[in-house]
Structures are given as structure tokens and as C-alpha cells.
């Protein structure tokens, strides 16, 4: 889009005008040549690629001009900072989101032309920053955005992995992992903080010792690293604030080991490297599956370990040894359980460091700690085995112990009332260290149990995922302490997933209501509601869809090399691929639309609605059965993309390597997408809110943040099918005797029969759903099958009626305004965090 257009979308002309005022930075087109010469050794941008660099190492300065800015208000201040402690930070790529955030995209589009490049090619040399598998690391980017932009005082602290979310390759329509290498060509958008680093260590032995009267517990670790800082700028929008992401990069004590490097032995020389490097080597690529492996609990404590440190280290320069104004001054959120060990890592630093006594440091401790669970899949729910926790972090071990003994002891007070076996059997099922119930032989540590216990609130991602946090998983403890208990609904950043992704959409909207200040109050939105049925108004949404689509068209026609069916409807499911997502249960449709369509007649044909049905995302390495429904998708793909009769009618596409930035090109184009998780497994999801911001459709279950999209959208507007969460315990024990529908049954022998070939390959798969014997479709996809054909064939009568579904689509976005992560943040910041917004001058 030229950058006249996308002037609607900026703040304000003065503030615009102000910016560039103050601002002491070069003219960009001779910045951009200049970077490309001094920091490159180029002449001249002969690539987008040298383009993209040029211009991000020119943005980058402007950027660090305003966190300096940022820093030293906040130092002046020294307002209460929110420490958001995350495993991942699904962050994308950065130019985009920056020069818009910044209200620096018409200086630099105006650059770029001159040097004879445009925008939008030149941030498609971007790799993404793919430190996140999927909602979880997503949510956390989203979040660091609204903190900026709401002027929060507020970092993100994580870990630099060197290599991020695999990347996903079809061979032969399986899917291979390859390794995602992404900081080769540098990385403009960090900064490296020489000198800013901590040692972590573990392993090791713990000795009590006399330090004049008082008994003192000293640890000494067999092993030691370095966690070097490295900082990245998250800029606001609208606004001078520009906030921090802190990731850690595990560096060796000893550089090099030249003794043994000149006796000969180079592979021990270099082995303390490769031993602490391989601590931020890898991020793990699980969804909701945690790998018992030993380097996660131990990237785990590295990243908490040198963030507490790093905060403490902050709050002492500024309060002295005054621990007990912490809590005003630091608050910590662990995203989801893999952050817990900061529970034990604060007792210690305040304990054995700081010499606090046991109870006062456990004051402070549970006062900064609040926690966020992510899901309700059992198998997520980490719990590490007391040996293992023992050998790697024998002080934790221990300190955990004491933890656990002073709560199973005040939690037997607080029972007094109940008959003394009744009350031993729910202190041993609260206990925080617990035999594992499929080997009796082996304790582990419960890390939710550990973060309820350690914090002051505890909250689920969606309403219904929070009761079912209450009344289900931590049900015990919800009795215990009712009012830690809270839910806080998921939102997502609507500058970069309406305004910035869609800036076509976000014109004809700024146009539309007068002025572009719903970015930041979506609330706004809802005015759209008053043209949902204006037919002009219909015409200019539809043609930005239309135009979205032709995109998508033309990315499908680069990555498989067809042309599909603009006139069709898009149909769309992108997400990690997971049985208890169901993208089994969509594929079974389209096997089932496909077969209709055969049996047609080509004058019935003519009145089918044509779909282009994308399924996108990544299986867990491990994860067989997922890597099978994928297979399915590409084999049924194969043959019904080649058929000629159905073709423009029907046509099913794998998006190979589904991440941030294929997000951004497929949700605008999107109209229907899928949601269609068994009830009550989906704690929230964030694509559908991205979905529902971009007018798209939803067809979906009765599940996480579905609900409450329904609710604002008018559930009318909605696809919902399907079972209720309170009906699954009942149907999973009669699942046996459930008895299949004929289609279903039809399928699933053409599955079995080699309709799509592989079909070995295919019978764990159908065994999974159909022979109680082997699988017992847990996600009880047999169960909603028929419901969601029935909701699949009201997809198509209202596609028919374009002004209704335009209408529909129309009233999708004026419903979003709630699922803005600013919302989200502002009930944290004022239920949790208690932080207050604290904004640098211009
Ligand atoms: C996801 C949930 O599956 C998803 O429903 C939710 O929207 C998202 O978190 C953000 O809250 N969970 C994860 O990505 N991973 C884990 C381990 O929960």
C-alpha cells in the first residue's frame, strides 16, 4: 500500500510532526546506505535482504533512543515494575511492528523508495524471532506489546535460544523437523549488555556452616555459568515508552581450556563452551507435552535464577538491604508452571544471600509471585522427580521440602475440623512433593502445586478455563483459598493483528468511524456495528477481503503451485497440530464434502459453495499421532486437489512451517475459521480473537474464549456445535457404547481401505477414534461429528447469502473490542500487579 493510504492510520499528524522535531537522527535513505556500508561493507542495497538490513539497523537506533528515554524516567521514578517470567516470546519479526509502533512507517517507506525498494518486500527478508511454540509464547509477545503501549513499567525476561521453533518441511507429505538457525546474518533488534551478567549455578553440595552465631546454608555448585544479558526494545504505540524484553545466553565460566587445548586435547578444550552453551541451545519443541528431560529443568532455573538476580541486583542499587518494600517495588508473573522454580530461587537469594530470616523472606516471596496456568492437559502439568531436582538444584530440593512441610503443617491447622483420615488423605493429595501414581517408587515435585502455594494469585485464560481451574485441577486448593482464584480472558495486540497485518481493513475502519483511535481503545469498534447492513459499506469490506485473498492465492500458488479459487470460500484451521485441537475431525468433513460432491450432478454442483480449506501448524517432534493427521491432511489433499470434476469446488492445502508471519498473510483473508477443540480442553486460544478482528467467521465448539467471542459477536452470529465440557466425563465412560453415524462409519472405511493410500500408516489413526479396543476416542470426535456436519452445512446456506455473511462478518469486528490485549493487561495491572502506568516525555 503506498504510504499516502497508510497515513489514516497514524496517531496524529502533530504528534507525528513532534516526534521527528525532537528527533536527532539522520535523514533514513542515508542512514540505510550508510549502515549498509559501515556495518556490511556494502556499496549499495543490490538485495531486499540488504535492504532489510540497512533499514533495521537504522530503526534500531531510533528505537534505542527511546528506551534509553524510557529507562531513565523509570529510573527516576522507580515506580512498581511487572516481571512477566516466560519460557517463550513468540515474537515474529520485528521491522514492521516497529516503524509502525514507533509512527515512523511514511519516513521510512519514502526511504526505501527512493532506493528503489518497497516496504513490504523488504520486510519479507525478515526471519522470524521464533522463540515460543505456539499460545503460550504468542500471548507473552502480545503482552509485552500492551505493557509498552499502556505505558507500563514493565520487562519480559526469557531465554536467547540460539535455535527457535523448528522449522517444518514437507517430505512426501510428512513432516521433518529442521533446526531453526536465525541469528547467522546478526540480529538488529537485540542489544548485547557487555558486562551485564550473572552466574547460575548447579549441582553441587550444601553445607551448613557458622557464620559467628548464626547457622548459615552455603551452597557450592559442581557447575557454573555465565547468563550474559541481552536486551530487546518493545516499543509502544502511540507513545514514547519503549519497554524491555531481557533473554539470557548461557556462556562458559572458563573461555577456553588452554592447558588441555596445548596437551593435544582439543575436544576437551572446548567442552565447558559446548556444555554451557547447550543450556540456551535449544528451545523445546512441545506444545502440552513437557519432556522429561533433565536441560529443561535446567534452562528453566538458568533464565529465573539470572532474572531474580538481576531484579534483586536492580532493587538493592536503588533500596539497600530494605527486602521488605519488594513487593511495592517488583512483581512476578510465571506464564504457566515452567518458571517455578523462582519460588525456591527467591527463598534462597533472600535466605542464603541475603540472610533474611525464613519467614519474613517468605512474606516477600509469596507477596511478588503470582501464576498463570495455560491448560488443562494432565500430561503438561510439570512435575520433576525429587531425584532429579535433587541431584541438579540439591538446595531448591531442599528448601521446597521446608515449603512443603510448613504448608502440609498449616494446611492440617487450617482442617482441623475434618475426621483425622479424611484430613490426612487431602493433605496428602495438596502435599507439593508426592509419590507418582504410576510408579510408587518415585516422589515428585507437583511445580503447580509449588507456584498455587508460592503466589498471591493464580489465574486461568479464559472464564470457562478458569472454573475449570477452580472446580477441577487445583479444586483442593480453590477451597483453600477461594479468593487467589481469578480469571483473566487472553487478548491479543490489535496493532499487530488487525491494524498492522491488515492496514487495508484498518484504513477503510479509520475511515469509517473518523479517526484511528480504536488501536487503542478497540472498544470503539463497536460503532461498526451501526453499518453492519449498509450495502455501500458491505461492498468496501467485502473488496478488502477479496483482496486479502488474492494474496493467499498467491502464497498457495508459491508454495504448492496451483491457482485455487479466489471466488471460494477460505476456509482456515492454524494451530499446533493436537488431537484434543481436532483437526481430525475437520478433515473427516472435508472427506465427507468431497464424497457429496462426487455423487453430484453438475447442475447441483453449480449450487454447491465452492471452499479452499488451509490447515497449518506444527506436531510436537515426538508426537506421533499428530505427524499422522498431518499425513492425512497432505494424502487427502493429493487426491482431491488432482480431481478435475470437484477441483474449483473443493480443494484441501497443507501450510507447511505455519508460524507468526504466514499468520499475518492467511487471518485477513480468513472467513471461516476452526475452533472445534472438545469442549473444555481449549483453556482459551488467541488465534480465534485474531480471526474474530479481521471479520472472519468461527465455526467452533463450545470451548475456551469461543464463549465469550460468542457472547460479544451475539451467538447467532456463531458456528457453535457440539458437546458441552459437563457432558465429557459422562460421554468419555459411555464412549464405548456410542453408536457411530453411518457417514462416520463410510470414512473411516475408506481411511482404512486406502481411499488416500498409506493406509498402514493410517490405522493407528482410525483406531484412535473407531476400535474401542485399541484407541478410545478421548476426544470424542465420533461424538460431534454429526453436530458439525449440520453446522458445516449452515456454514454454506449462509455463505449463500453474501449480505448475511457480510453482515456477520461485519459484526465480528465490531465484537472484538474486549479480546485487545490491553484490556487483558489492564485487569492484570490493576487486580495482580497493582503497577501504574508511568510514561517518559515525548
Ligand atoms: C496455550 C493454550 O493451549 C491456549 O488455549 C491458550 O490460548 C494459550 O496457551 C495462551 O493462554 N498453552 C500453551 O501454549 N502451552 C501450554 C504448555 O499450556
Known sequence: IPARSRGALRVSAVAEAERTATSSSPAPTGDITNKLKYLFGKEAAETPKDAYHGTAWSVRERLIDSFDKTHEHWKKEDPKFIYYLSAEFLMGRSLTNTVYNLGLEGEYADALRQLGYDMEKVADAERDAALGNGGLGRLAACFLDSIATLDLPGWGYGIR???GMFKQVLKNGYQAEQPDIWLTSGNPWEIRRDGLRFEVGFGGRVERKKDGNKEVTVWTPSEKVWAQAYDNPIPGFSTPTTSNLRLWDAQPISEFDLGAFNAGDYDRAMLDRERAEAISAVLYPNDSTPEGKELRLKQQYFFVCASLQDVLSRFKATHGTKFELLPDKACFQLNDTHPTIAVAELMRLLVDVEGLDWDAAWTITTKCLNYTNHTVMPEALEKWPVKVMAKMLPRHME??????????KWLGGHLKELKAEERAKRISAMSIIHENPWNKEEMLVNMAYLAVVGS?????????????????????FYQIFPSKFQNKT?????????????????????????SNEWINDTEKLSAL????????????????????????????????????NTNALFDIQIKRIHEYKRQYLNVLSIIWRYKQLKKMTPEQRKKAVPRVCLIGGKAASAYDMAKR?????????????????TKDLLSLYFLPDYNVTLAETIIPAAELSQHISTAGTEASGTSNMKFQMNGCLIIGTWDGANIEIAEETGVDNVFVFGVRADEINQ?????????????????????????????????????????????????????????????????????????EWLRRSIMYTAGSGKFSSDRTIREYAEDIWHVKPSRPAA
Open 490 to 514: 487472553n487478548g491479543v495486540t490489535p496493532r499487530r493483528w488487525l491494524a498492522w497485518c491488515n492496514p487495508e481493513l484498518a484504513s477503510l475502519i479509520t475511515e469509517t468511524l473518523g
Open 399 to 408: 528448601i521446597i521440602e521446608v515449603i512443603n512441610e510448613g504448608w502440609t
Open 161 to 163: 535460544y540460539k535455535y
Open 629 to 645: 493427521i498431518i499425513r492425512l491432511v497432505t494424502a487427502v489433499g493429493d487426491v482431491i486437489n488432482k480431481d478435475p470434476e
Open 456 to 476: 498471591s494469585a493464580v489465574n486461568g485464560v479464559a472464564a470457562i478455563h478458569s472454573n475449570i481451574v477452580k472446580d477441577e485441577i487445583l479444586n483442593d
Open 731 to 803: 460421554l468419555r465412560k459411555e464412549r464405548k457404547n456410542f453408536k457411530t453415524d453411518p457417514r462416520w462409519d463410510e470414512i473411516m472405511k475408506d481411511i482404512e481401505g486406502g481411499m488416500f493410500g498409506d493406509k498402514d500408516y493410517f490405522k493407528p489413526l482410525v483406531d484412535s477414534v473407531n476400535n474401542m479396543k485399541v484407541g478410545n476416542d478421548w476426544f470424542l470426535v465420533a461424538n460431534d461429528f454429526a453436530a458439525y456436519l449440520d453446522a458445516q452445512e449452515e456454514v454454506d446456506k449462509v455463505y449463500k447469502d453474501q449480505s
Open 529 to 564: 456495528r451501526a453499518h453492519a447492513s449498509d450495502p455501500t459499506f458491505q461492498k468496501k469490506w467485502a473488496a478488502v477481503k477479496h483482496a486479502k485473498k488474492e494474496k493467499l492465492a498467491a502464497l498457495i500458488k508459491k508454495i504448492h503451485g496451483d491457482s485455487v
